[in-house]
């Protein structure tokens, strides 16, 4: 605060020196505002793209087969990080009393889900078709929300929620390295990805009544999630034989590989962190649009540094569906902005 009110002093030094002077001014506090929603937006982006494609790297360029260990390795980072931060007193977290992960629990088991096929899904599929094909996941939400909580969605929202299923039907046809089993974990995922956020919208409320403060910040959403993985992602490491394949691989004794994994769950947290970071400097009209178009340059990027085979048709339907997600963004703007 005394930072702030140090800048406010400047500026009205300053703004009586060009006013002397007969020039127009600019507040400095406008651009510090700017810059810090540009910064904020390229983290935002920069992050997420960094950490689909650091995965699709380890899955695939790596051939690591386990992807539930994956998982568990950059959680186990996040609980690590955010209880370190949160023992400094840089951020703070509610404390994981048993009431509260009682209440969290069903969130959490569909949370475990939603990582673990999205990390199955990556290693068969190119990352432009996942993005293409997360595009479902808009569609089964849309219609959860209709069921489940009577909202009712104005006829662009339906318009461009067909044709993200249009253009992940048209990609799947026409999609060179078309991968039977990689295509079910994408659509599972999409099942488990809106079931996350409508189970999220019933529980939040409930969670906050059973919390010491009476809230739950998004940082205590990050540690209470990422903590409560780490049992039952043990236990699926066991379910699924991963031990076996963990014990045999020479990957584990590669100090670069370990640094690949380390960093990963560093970017995982990137993401939770630069995204609230976003959303407070801007907010969610513009934090789901640039979103949406962050998906064009990921798309492109997974395209040329995987070298993946595609076709004139299977690029249409790629840009064809990335395109309906900006619809789709644009469409919930002007319904959040009528209501």
């Excluded at 996941?137 to 969605?153: D, I, P, Q, S, W």
């Excluded at 076709?311 to 395109?323: R, T």
Aim: glycine content about 6%; proline content about 2%; charged content about 10%.
């Amino acid at each position: 605060m005394k930072a702030l009110n140090s800048n406010d002093q400047i500026d009205a030094e300053s703004l009586k020196l060009e006013e002397n002077r007969g020039r127009p001014v600019k507040s400095t506090n406008v651009n510090i505002i700017h810059n810090q929603a540009l910064l904020s937006g390229l983290a935002y982006c920069i992050s997420s793209c960094s950490m689909i494609l650091v995965n699709k790297f380890v899955l695939s360029s790596y051939d690591f087969n386990a992807g539930i260990s994956l998982m568990l390795y950059q959680n186990f980072v996040a609980v690590i990080v955010v209880s370190t931060l949160s023992f400094l007193g840089i951020i703070t977290t509610e404390p994981l009393t048993w009431r509260l992960i009682k209440v969290w629990l069903p969130v959490n088991v569909i949370f475990v889900g939603m990582l673990i096929t999205s990390m199955f899904s990556l290693k068969y599929i190119n990352i432009a078709m996942v993005t293409v094909l997360k595009n479902v996941t808009n569609v089964m939400t849309a219609v959860g929300e209709m069921y489940l909580f009577n909202k009712r969605h104005d006829n662009r929202v339906w318009a461009a929620l067909f044709l993200m299923i249009i253009s992940a039907i048209s990609g799947g046809f026409t999609d060179l390295s078309f991968h039977a089993i990689g295509y079910a974990w994408q659509f599972i995922n999409c099942l488990l990805t809106a079931s996350y956020s409508l189970t999220l919208r019933r529980v939040m409320d409930t969670a906050k009544q059973v919390t010491i403060s009476g809230d739950l910040n998004e940082f205590s959403m990050v540690l209470l999630n990422n903590a409560l993985s780490l049992p039952l992602g043990i236990l699926l490491v066991f379910v699924f034989n991963e031990v076996d394949y963990l014990s045999r691989t020479p990957l584990l004794r590669s100090p670069t590989f370990w640094l690949i994994l380390t960093l990963s769950g560093f970017l995982g947290l990137a993401i939770s962190f630069s995204s609230m970071w976003f959303l407070h400097q801007t907010g969610a009209t513009t934090y789901s649009l640039v979103g949406s178009l962050n998906k064009i340059p990921l798309s492109v990027a997974g395209i040329l540094l995987f070298k993946v085979p595609t076709s004139m048709e299977n690029s249409a339907s790629i840009f064809f569906g990335l395109l309906a997600g900006v619809l789709f963004a644009r469409a919930k703007m002007h319904e959040r902005s009528s209501s």
